[in-house]
């Protein structure tokens, strides 16, 4: 029976002040978490038992999430504590007993890959490699693990994070792998950052002559690892899959207001006299008299502008916060 683990431990720094007060695998694209983005994809396989790898300071806040949304996501949840952040690696093989003689997938819980469940596991076919990987083309490797392939379109080898990639292929967040990916990681060292690199260990299996098979990805991918792709993820998933210029909960109220494209309006918030664009506000947020573009305000916030400067500004504001513009 396959089996899933998705990485929740990292603490996303780049993405503060929101992370100071909520996981990134929390932070809302069109008021759905990103969590719940990857948990949709999973419900498209026949998995049922989940271990997510938790921080002490992520775990208590999803496993809240996962309680209030026990009806929607009918998994088998384990939560797996990686104490120190020492790599994807390193948080793979923590769940060697949870995965035990099963074949796994393995999530990034901070991406969000529309349709890679059916992309990385295609109807009827078996998965025999020891690995496989989605790869997407992209501009800029550099910030990601690369991938090169020999003539053939075999892989020859995966380097994380190179100064001088050697294709534009680089890996996205999902993984295939049968149990030897933990004998992989048993024969690694630590990289130059201090980590046990999923991508060496993939590289293990290929310098052992193991199959490994990378698939190219047709759709998009969206890491979620600054405020610019929260707000391009909030972009696309309004555009192009719920057709709509912007989303506001039920529980909200509008007044004298008017919003543009790409906002995402949360619970319980109050939004009077102000013009919003290109923005996400989270629960329980008060927006009175302010213009708004490409903007994230956290939850249980308060921005009042009683000024006669009614121009567009860009604010990043960390729940529980209050901004008087005067």
Do not use: W
Request: glycine fraction near 6%; hydrophobic fraction near 40%; include cysteine.
């Amino acid at each position: 029976m396959m089996k899933a683990i998705i990485l929740c431990a990292g603490r996303g720094t780049r993405l503060r002040p929101f992370t100071y007060s909520i996981p990134k695998h929390l932070l809302p694209v069109c008021n759905v978490p990103v969590l719940g983005y990857v948990l949709s994809e999973i419900e498209n396989s026949k998995i049922k038992d989940i271990a997510l790898i938790v921080s002490n300071e992520t775990k208590g806040p999803i496993s809240e999430y996962l309680s209030e949304n026990v009806d929607k996501f009918p998994f088998n949840f384990s939560f797996i504590l990686q104490d120190e952040p020492k790599g994807l690696a390193h948080a793979c093989y923590l769940a060697r007993n949870f995965v035990g003689n099963n074949d796994f997938l393995m999530f990034l819980g901070d991406n969000i890959i529309p349709g890679c469940v059916r992309e990385i596991l295609p109807r009827n076919e078996k998965f025999l490699e020891e690995a496989r990987i989605l790869v997407k083309d992209v501009p800029d490797p550099t910030p990601f693990g690369v991938v090169e392939f020999d003539p053939t379109g075999r892989v020859k080898g995966l380097e994380e994070k190179p100064k001088n990639p050697k294709s534009n292929f680089i890996i996205v967040g999902v993984y295939l792998f049968k149990p030897s990916i933990f004998k992989a990681i048993e024969n690694i060292k630590l990289s130059k950052r201090g980590e046990l690199e999923i991508t060496d260990a993939i590289q293990y299996l290929v310098k052992k002559g193991l199959n490994v098979v990378a698939k190219v990805l047709n759709g998009i991918f969206m890491d979620i690892g600054k405020t610019e792709q929260l707000l391009y993820a909030n972009d696309f998933i309004l555009r192009n899959i719920l057709n709509l210029p912007h989303i506001v909960s039920q529980s909200s109220y509008i007044e004298d207001s008017e919003l543009l494209n790409n906002v995402s309006i949360g619970r319980n918030c109050v939004i009077k006299n102000s013009v919003l664009e290109d923005s996400i506000i989270m629960d329980g947020t008060n927006l009175e008299g302010v213009r708004l573009s490409k903007s994230v305000i956290g939850r249980n916030c308060t921005i009042i502008n009683n000024s006669c400067n009614k121009e567009s500004i860009t604010l990043e504001v960390g729940d529980n916060s209050t901004v008087r513009l005067n």
